[in-house]
C-alpha cells in the first residue's frame, strides 16, 4: 500500500519566504513504510521536491514508525506538500539545491550555496568564517560569560571574570544533501592565563544547514555546574566579530523592537541636519541603499562629515518581560544617550554595509528575560554582535535555595514541614548542579543591507520558525500515542465537554501573561496550586509553587495538540517540554536523569525522581520536529534503572526494609510512576535505536509484572539492576492514587497494542478494572478492598479503558458515572467561569477560576480525552 499524506504549516498559510529550510517528524503506520528512502515530498502541484528523511523510530516489525523529513530553503515554499512513499522520487537532475560537507583534521566546511561557515575543531571559537557569496560576513563566533564571585550585598569588593568558550569536540551528525547538522562540545575558559578559576558551563551547541540557505539555526544547550553559594553568573552569551569596510554613513544598525517595528539607523547619520546633503542621499541611506558619490553631495554636508558624531555602540536590554531600553554612544569612555524604549522586543538585530552583513535572531527572546543585544566598535573594522540570553545588565544569577533548612535535619522533621507547607526538604537537596537550558538562535548572512521588510521577515522567522505538520487526522490514523481522537463536536454532550477542554487552555495560556509566568528558568512551566485569599497562586509555598509536571501537564497539551493541530497549543506544549525536560531534570552529577517534584525553585524539592525525567513528555516535541536536543535528553535516560542505586526515592517513608537491597544491586521499584518512567524510556531507545539491553529490561518486565500474583497491584516489586528482572515471587497488594497518573496509562496502552504478552495485558485489565470497583468486586477479585484509592476523575480512564478492552458497556457507564461524580471541584458548569479580580486587591488585573489547580486541570483534560476516544459511544446526553 502506498502512503500519501498531506502536510501543512503549523501556523496557517505558507511563509512568504523559506530562507533557512525546515525539518518535522511524522508517523507511519505499522508495516506501511520499509524504510525512509521510500519516502517523496511533493508540492501542491504534485511536482517532487528536494527532500531528506531519516529514520526516527521503527515498528518492532522493522517498520518505519516515525521518520525525520526536510526540506531546503525556497523563495516561494507551497502552500502544502505531500508525503508519498513512491519509492523516493527526485526533482530532475541539477535543479534541486545541495548541502555540501568538507572534513578535514583540522577543520570542517558547510556550504549551503548561498553561504559558507568553516568550523574548527578545536579553540574558542565555534566557526572561524561566515561568508555569503564568497565575501565574510562574520568571523570568530564564540560563546562568552561572566563569572561573579559575590553579590553586592554581601562582604566584599563585586569581581566580575570573563570566559569565553572553549570547543573540545566537533561532530558531523548529518551530512546532506538537505541538511548538514553540526554539533559542537566544549566547556568556558577563563580569559585571563592568571586565573585560579576552572573551567565551567559544559555546552552543547547545534549549528543547522540547509541547501539553498542563507541562514543558520544554532541551538545552544548549557549545563550549569558552578557553586550556587559562591558563583553567580552574570551574562552568558553569543559574539560575533563583524568586519566592515566603508564610509561610516553606509554602515547600517537594524534592531527590531516591539510589533514589527524597527530602529533604522546609520553608525553616522545624515539625516536631521541643518544642512541637507541631498534628498537622494537621505533616501539611500534610509534604505540601506549606497548613497551617491560625495561630489554628488551638498557640500555643506560632504565638507563637514567628520564633525557628525559616529555612533560606535549600541544596546537593546530586556530586563522583563514588560520593557525594553534602546540606546547608543560615540565611544567607550562617553555617556550613553537614550534613543527609545518598549514593551516585549522580537530579539533580532543586524549590523552591515554595502558588501553585506550579519543578523541575529534568538526565539523566546523576552518571554526568557533577560537577554539583550549589543553591537559595539560598529566605527571600526572589527565590529562585534553579541547576543546575550542572559543580560550582563541584570542582577547576577542567583541559584542560591530560598530558605536556611528550618532546622529539618531529620526525617521526622522533614515529613512535618512536608504536612505544613506540602515541601519534601532535605539538607543540600536544593542544588541546582547539573540543570540546564536551550535557547535558539537564527544567525543570517546579508550580501546587503536588505529592506526592513525583509528584516522583519528574518526577524519573524527567528522567532516563530515555519513548521510542517501532518493533521490530526492522519497522526490518528498512524495509530501513535496510544487512546485519543481528533476533536469531535458531533453532539452537545461532546460539544461542551470540547468546549471545557479549550476554557482550561485559554485560562492557562491567560494566567501565563497575566502572571507573568515568563523568565530565563521559569519560561514553560505553570503554578501548581492557587491562593484564593490573596489571588495569587501559591509561589512561595514550598510544593504549590512551579509545577514541574506534577500530574503530567505535558502530556495533557500534546493530546491537546494532537487532536487540535492548533498551533498555539503546540507553541505552550513546546515551551512546556524545552523547560521541564532541561531546567527540571539533572544533566550531571549524581542525580543524573533524575526531577526535581515542584517547588518554589525548580531544584528546591529533596524528591528526585524518574517520574518527572520520564521520557513519555518529552517524546512526542522529539517526534514531531525530529529535534536533535531533546534526543540527547531522551538518550541521558538510557539507564535510568542505575539511580536507584544511588537515591532511594522513598527513603523517608519506606515500610519494608527488605525491598530495597543496594548491597546486591537489588532494588525495590515501584510499578507506578518508577516502572512507568523506565518503561517509557525502554520503549522510546528500543523504538529509536534497537538496543536490545532496552528491549530486553522493557519485555522482561512486562513479562515479570504478568507473572505477579497481583500484578499492578503489588505496587512495588524487587528490581535486579544486573537481570533487569523483577522478582515475580512478591504477594502484596499495595495500591497508590499517583501511581497512574504520571504516564502509566499512556504507556501501557501503547505496550499492550504494540507487543503480544497476555498475561501482561490481563494484570493492566485487572487494574483498571479494579481501581473504581466497589468494595465487594474488589475483595471476590483478590480478597481484600484496595486502599488510596483518590482522584477519581483522573481513573475513570482506567475503567474505560477496561470497558473498550472488555466490550463492558456497563463499565463504560460507571467510568462516565466515575468522571462526573469525581471531579470534586471540576464536576459542574460554573467550574468553567472566570472571575476578574481588580486592582488594588491584586497588583494588575487577573481572572480566577473556581478551581484553580494544575492537577484537576491536567487530569481533568487527559480524562475527557482518553474516555471521549474509548467509550464516546457511551457518552451521557
Known sequence: MTQNTHVTWLDGGAPLE??????????????????????????????????????????PDGSLKWAGLALPATDAPSPEYRVTSDGGATPEAGTAPQVEVMETEDSVTVTTGPLEMVIKRRGCSLFSTLSRGGVTVARDGRLVSLLQDCLADGPGPVAREAFTGEV????????????????????????????????????????????????????HSFIWDGDAEQDFLAGLGVRFTVPLEGELHNRHVRIAGADGGFLLEAVRGLTGLRRDPGEEVRRAQLAGD??????????????????????????????????FELRKRTAANHGWVGISGGTRAAGFCSLSDNRGGLGVGIKDFWQSHPGQLDIGNAATGEASL????????????????YHDGLSQDTFEEQLEGLEITYEDYEPGFGNPTGIARTHELNLFAYSSTPTTESLAADAKAASTPALLQATPEYLHSAQVFGDWTPVDRSTPARAELEDRLD??????????????????????????????????????????????????????????????????????????????????????????????????????????Q????????????YYLTADERTGDLLTELVDSDQNFLGLDPVRKVRPDADTYRPDRNALGVGLGTDWGSLAATWLTDWERTGNPRSRDRLLGTMADIGALKYGFLTGEALYDLDKGRFDAGREAIRVSHLSAVFGLVEICSELV???????????????????????????????QPLAGIYLTQAHSRLSAYAASRLGDPGLATRAWESFAEGGEHLNHEAAFTLKTIQPPHVLLPVDEAPTVSTNDASQFGLAVIQNLALIGDHLPG
Open 18 to 59: 523559506l530562507s533557512g529550510g525546515t525539518t518535522w517528524g511524522m508517523p507511519f503506520a505499522r508495516g506501511m513504510v520499509a524504510g525512509p528512502e521510500e519516502l517523496t515530498v511533493r508540492d501542491a502541484n504534485n511536482q517532487p521536491v528536494a527532500s531528506q528523511a531519516w529514520p526516527l523510530a521503527t515498528w
Open 386 to 401: 553579541t547576543a546575550w540570553i542572559y543580560s550582563p545588565e541584570a542582577q547576577p544569577m542567583d541559584l542560591r535555595f
Open 503 to 608: 476554557f482550561l487552555f485559554d485560562f492557562y495560556t491567560g494566567q501565563v501573561e497575566q502572571r507573568r509566568w515568563y523568565g530565563f528558568w521559569n519560561y514553560g512551566d505553570v503554578m501548581h496550586t492557587y491562593d484564593f485569599d490573596r489571588h495569587v497562586w501559591r509561589y512561595d509555598v514550598g510544593g504549590y509553587a512551579w509545577d514541574n509536571s506534577e500530574l503530567s501537564p505535558d502530556l495533557w497539551l500534546w493530546y491537546s495538540y494532537l487532536r487540535s493541530g492548533r498551533a498555539d497549543i503546540f507553541r505552550f506544549a513546546e515551551a512546556m517540554t524545552r523547560h521541564t525536560g532541561e531546567v527540571d531534570v539533572y544533566h550531571l552529577g549524581p542525580w543524573r536523569g533524575l526531577g526535581s517534584r515542584h517547588n518554589v525553585q525548580h531544584w528546591g524539592c529533596s524528591a528526585k
Open 610 to 621: 524518574l517520574r518527572i525525567s520520564t521520557p513519555a513528555y518529552r517524546r512526542f516535541y
Open 290 to 323: 549606497p548613497t551617491p558619490p560625495l561630489a554628488e553631495w551638498n557640500e555643506e554636508v560632504s565638507g563637514r562629515l567628520h564633525l557628525i558624531p559616529a555612533w560606535n555602540d549600541y544596546t537593546l536590554s530586556q530586563l522583563s518581560a514588560d520593557g
Open 753 to 783: 497494542d504494540l507487543v503480544p504478552d497476555k498475561e501482561f495485558e490481563r494484570a493492566w485489565l485487572q487494574y483498571c478494572r479494579l481501581f473504581l470497583a466497589t468494595e465487594e468486586e474488589q475483595i471476590q477479585a483478590v480478597g
Open 168 to 219: 573540545t569536540a566537533v561532530v558531523l551528525e548529518q551530512s546532506g544533501p538537505i541538511r548538514a547538522v553540526v554539533r559542537l562540545e566544549g566547556k568556558h575558559c577563563p580569559d585571563s592565563a592568571t586565573s585560579d578559576k576552572p573551567s565551567w558551563l559544559p555546552f552543547i551547541v547545534r549549528l543547522y544547514f540547509y541547501a539553498g540557505a542563507r541562514s543558520v539555526r544554532m541551538v
